[in-house]
């Protein structure tokens, strides 16, 4: 007996290893993309977002700054979001290496059906599901990112800093892109222009953690040149805090 028990033991573990191994699968960024389909949203505003997010996964600045970082490859999430109860995983974490990749999540972004249409807007409930999925990410990151874009402010659940404390306690940097809407806006002129503007709203409100930041897109037309911007600046920002990383780390020999 002691033969088959030495080789369940021996599978055990090699099965444990690897695991491990594969749990522990590193990547330069962990990014949940968190975009606002709330009823301010409509149809022409919503395929302006989705196909400003699938270009930008194509664009070649993106993929060269891709290639630059340590391991030269990111994981991301894209999630929408409405009201308390509306989240939504839409395309779930997806390794991007290289062009073919970055293409292929973007055409999933671009194909998917609308989660949500006609909600409030609960911008603290999108930062919380955005929590969530970092901590089930299968990959692992020094950065953790979660990126919220949206029209308006807050206007379902809790407050938005709320959440944003709990993120930044977690280590996790919480950036925004605010997409300007020009008044009036009809029903929603408050929401999706509140005092002092919503890009302050953001600064003040939403974005927090380590090189926090708000890019604006002056309209919806905008939106691809402001997303691609962004996710360049939050793929160099993980490439800078692993080159500070690795310099305090001590060498060590074996």
Do not use: C
Request: proline letters at 4%; hydrophobic letters at 40%.
């Amino acid at each position: 007996m002691r033969a088959p028990r030495t080789f369940v033991v021996a599978a055990l573990m090699a099965t444990t290893a690897w695991t491990s191994t594969h749990a522990a699968e590193r990547v330069d960024l962990l990014l949940v993309l968190a975009a606002d389909v709330s009823g301010s949203m409509d149809n022409s505003k919503f395929e302006l977002q989705r196909w400003g997010y699938a270009t930008a996964f194509s664009n070649p600045k993106v993929i060269e700054a891709l290639r630059g970082g340590p391991r030269g490859r990111v994981a991301a999430a894209f999630i929408e979001w409405s009201g308390v109860l509306q989240q939504k995983v839409v395309i779930d974490w997806t390794m991007i290496s290289n062009d073919e990749t970055a293409r292929q999540f973007g055409d999933r972004i671009r194909e998917a059906p609308r989660a949500f249409a006609r909600n409030s807007t609960s911008i603290s409930a999108g930062i919380d599901f955005g929590m969530t999925q970092l901590d089930r990410a299968p990959y692992k990151a020094h950065r953790r990112v979660i990126d919220v874009s949206g029209d308006g402010d807050n206007n379902s659940g809790r407050a938005p800093t709320a959440a944003r404390d709990v993120a930044i306690a977690k280590g996790i940097t919480i950036n925004g892109l605010v997409i300007l809407t020009e008044p009036p806006s009809h029903s929603y002129s408050s929401h999706t222009n509140p005092p002092g503007g919503l890009a302050n709203y953001y600064r003040n409100n939403v974005i927090g953690g380590a090189g926090a930041f708000v890019a604006v897109a002056e309209n919806f037309n905008s939106f691809g040149n402001a997303i691609t911007k962004k996710l360049i600046a939050e793929i160099a920002q993980a490439e800078s805090q692993q080159r500070e990383d690795s310099q305090k780390r001590p060498n060590l020999v074996n």
